[in-house]
């Protein structure tokens, strides 16, 4: 089955703290591509990231780091002094084996992050 | 470079009716996708497109539910005979094959059902 938990539902941080949100994954497949995707209230998804499952390297850009441990089926996304405009619900998103099943992608159920002044 | 456009943003119809949406990818995607999102959940796929072919639907979408993309451009969803529970934000998203496979989402028409 492929499925991705995203267990912190909500998640209220005050400014400039640091705050990480959990992703795990399940799949069989060996090829696959994970992503974050940053949903404000505005509603439109907006692509964060993509990770192939070949590539265990971490990634930062800038405020956000990105942690990927496939011993433990993990993408974890860390942002680093956090502020207001960080506001919004975060999507983990996993997309299995590239050359099938056209590349859908399956979400968790999303943190809802909150960042008070 | 324009975005994933979708028309209407909002619609709100009585049970029973008919509604269609429509989605303009980004121009030089080949694929397409429908989402549809309710209330505190993440997005679920219905359908998507590879040019004009639909190559695979959802178990969720039912016989009410048909997608077009003629000409393998815009695409349209229509829900028939509209229940309540079809109320949901639907979300249209497309990539390029061959590419690095993020998809870009537009911004979502949300359905009320009432």
């Known amino acids: 089955a492929q499925k991705v938990t995203q267990a912190q539902t909500e998640i209220s941080v005050v400014e400039k703290e640091d705050v990480t949100l959990d992703c795990v994954y399940e799949t069989r497949d060996t090829t696959y591509y994970l992503f974050w995707y940053k949903q404000p209230p505005s509603g439109e998804l907006v692509f964060l990231i993509r990770r192939n499952s070949f590539d265990e390297q971490n990634e930062i850009s800038g405020r956000y780091s990105w942690n990927f441990q496939k011993s433990t089926s993990s993408f974890n996304f860390t942002i680093t002094a956090s502020q207001v405009v960080d506001s919004a619900v975060y999507f983990c998103a996993l997309r299995p084996a590239p050359y099938n099943q056209g590349g859908k992608l399956i979400f968790g159920q999303g943190t809802e992050l909150s960042v008070k002044p | 470079d324009t975005g994933v456009s979708q028309d209407p943003r909002h619609k709100i119809t009585k049970r029973g009716q008919n509604v269609t949406f429509r989605c303009d990818p980004i121009?030089?995607?080949?694929?397409l996708y429908w989402y549809r999102q309710t209330l505190g959940q993440g997005p679920e796929f219905l359908t998507y497109f590879q040019n004009e072919a639909q190559l695979e639907k959802s178990r969720l979408l039912s016989d009410r539910f048909s997608a077009e993309r003629p000409k393998g451009s815009f695409s349209t969803l229509e829900i028939q005979r509209t229940e309540q529970g079809d109320s949901a934000m639907y979300l249209c998203?497309?990539?390029?094959?061959?590419?690095?496979?993020?998809?870009?989402f537009g911004p979502g028409t949300r359905l009320t059902v009432t």
């Open positions: 998203a497309s990539s390029f094959v061959g590419g690095t496979y993020e998809q870009y």
């Open positions: 121009s030089e995607h080949n694929r």
